[in-house]
């Protein structure tokens, strides 16, 4: 049984850090595509980050340069760091695992598990 398992998320000034991790069980990382979602209210679930399991990262346009997504295998956990943080950065973000390789943006309905959630806000 898979589970994904998110921590980390709150409240942050516009600028600040912020790490969110995510533990995994009962998945082979060499086998799956790890990434970050993020939705807000209203919007669509959107692809943020992801690394597969030759360690290939990829990210969207809007968090180049400024969130680094990355794991520790010892721990079975995916991290999130995000730097320089924006309000538009504000949502709940979900650990997502996908079957296979990826080194591009990953659709929603690629995703074969979801954690449930955790909430940044980023305020002004």
């Known amino acids: 049984q898979v589970q994904l398992v998110e921590s980390g998320g709150g409240l942050v000034q516009a600028g600040g850090s912020l790490r969110l991790s995510c533990v995994y069980s009962?998945?082979?990382?060499?086998?799956?595509?790890m990434g970050w979602f993020r939705q807000t209210p209203g919007k669509e679930r959107e692809f943020v980050a992801s690394?597969?399991?030759?360690?290939?990262?990829y990210y969207t346009d809007s968090v180049k340069g400024r969130f680094t997504i990355s794991r520790d295998n010892a721990k079975n956990t995916l991290y999130v760091e995000m730097n320089s943080l924006k309000t538009e950065d504000t949502a709940v973000y979900y650990c997502?695992?996908?079957?296979?390789?990826?080194?591009?943006?990953?659709?929603?309905?690629?995703?074969?598990?979801w954690g449930k959630g955790a909430l940044v806000t980023v305020s002004s």
């Open positions: 009962g998945l082979t990382f060499s086998t799956y595509t």
């Open positions: 690394m597969n399991g030759r360690d290939i990262t």
């Open positions: 997502a695992a996908t079957f296979g390789y990826y080194a591009r943006s990953i659709r929603v309905d690629d995703v074969g598990y």
